[in-house]
């Protein structure tokens, strides 16, 4: 039920096109690469924006649609047009020359491969780079002294060339989708999540942004020991999930964890929720009146009124009536070393879970001074 909840939210996301589709994803990229036709490093240009974190200004990676990226907890395996500067340059700070070599081989290896057979300028261009470049000059190249510390630092990294990013080119994106469709050598069979009988995914990608687990990313679905396989079924075989599915509940749960407005935490679990048809207008009142404060009193007092009168919710600022009857979901998740651990899910009308906060608010009125403007009190309600 989690995971149907979560791919039904991710269909409804991309159908807004808040999403990436699959075969692609969102990452954080720090700095791009100006190459020219010839593959040769031109410069490179930070990609960074300015966000406010309380009182301070900081810099954060832009988010870049890109290639669907892999998986990695241990060994070589490279991304495509998007990775660090250990896979795109063969450098890094983390004292393993010989490693940071083998991993620019694997990226060289799989970027010829994929492009190929495109060929125009920009393909070229990304072909050339990475027949001509010589990691073990990469620290004294001119183009990267200046931001060298930066770059080393673990960011990724992108390509440019004369204007254009690589993975948003026509050709480029074809190819992409073909080689996926080509590479792909997972079983069919009958996916849990929606029925189908379609190809199993293997593994399935991780989840970033739950409180104390990993901040590479933790797995939600995953089986790392024979003793938790059934009749000889390895890794994720053994929860048999097509990889659409796998790709949409993952995408839709990392979407939720990347907006601070969507989630919240209770001691060590993070709490996400959402409305079955992705509109954030029910995350938003939900929000609101499950963590009232002095600011948004007259917000919770016009929700709860509007609920005793039988009326829809009509926040101002909100344009769209919420409708009592729509599907809500919240969902608790906790750390548990390189995986999350489910501590509880909940499903109501939305009507339903309101008027289970607004009686827990009733229940636990108290005296208060004549200074006291807070009508509710603080606190999550979920019965």
């Not at 989690?2 to 990452?27: F, R």
């Not at 395996?77 to 998007?82: D, G, K, P, Q, V």
């Not at 890794?235 to 407005?261: D, I």
């Not at 009193?297 to 769209?320: C, H, M, P, R, Y």
Request: one cysteine or more.
């Amino acid at each position: 039920m989690i995971l149907q909840s979560l791919v039904n939210y991710y269909e409804a996301l991309a159908g807004d096109g808040k999403v990436t589709k699959p075969g692609w994803c969102e990452a954080n990229v720090s700095f791009a690469l100006d190459i020219s036709y010839e593959g040769e490093l031109l410069g490179v240009i930070p990609l960074t924006r300015v966000e406010e974190r309380g009182k301070k200004k900081v810099e954060l990676p832009q988010r870049k649609k890109v290639p669907q990226m892999v998986s990695r907890s241990s060994g070589v395996s490279a991304n495509f047009l998007c990775d660090n500067s250990s896979y795109i340059l063969g450098v890094d700070n983390k004292g393993k020359p010989e490693r940071s070599i083998e991993c620019f081989q694997c990226a060289k290896e799989k970027h010829l491969e994929i492009l190929e057979p495109v060929e125009n300028e920009i393909a070229a261009a990304v072909k050339a780079f990475f027949e001509h470049w010589n990691p073990e000059e990469a620290l004294t190249s001119p183009a990267l002294v200046p931001m060298k510390e930066e770059i080393l630092a673990g960011g990724n990294l992108l390509f440019y060339v004369d204007g254009v990013y690589p993975q948003e080119d026509f050709e480029i994106k074809e190819r992409w989708k073909e080689y996926l469709k080509d590479s792909s050598k997972a079983p069919d069979g009958l996916c849990m999540v929606t029925g189908r009988h379609s190809e199993i995914a293997r593994t399935h990608g991780t989840i970033k942004g739950v409180q104390g687990a990993q901040s590479s990313g933790a797995a939600l679905v995953s089986f790392n020991a024979t003793a938790f396989e059934s009749y000889g079924k390895e890794q994720s075989y053994n929860a048999p999930v097509e990889t659409y599915a796998a790709f949409a509940y993952t995408t839709a749960l990392n979407y939720l964890l990347r907006n601070r407005k969507y989630f919240c935490t209770i001691g060590d679990t993070t709490v996400v929720y959402w409305a079955e048809n992705g509109l954030e207008e029910y995350q938003n009142v939900f929000s609101a009146v499950s963590e009232p404060s002095v600011d948004n009193q007259e917000i919770v007092a016009g929700v709860f009124q509007n609920l005793s009168s039988g009326k829809a919710v009509d926040v101002e600022g909100i344009t769209t009536k919420l409708q009592m009857s729509q599907k809500f979901f919240i969902l608790g998740l906790a750390p548990n070393a390189a995986r999350i651990a489910v501590r509880f899910f909940y499903q109501d009308s939305f009507g339903n879970i309101l008027q289970h906060l607004q009686q827990h608010y009733r229940r636990m009125e108290i005296v208060k001074p004549l200074t006291d403007t807070m009508e509710n009190l603080p606190g999550f309600g979920f019965n």
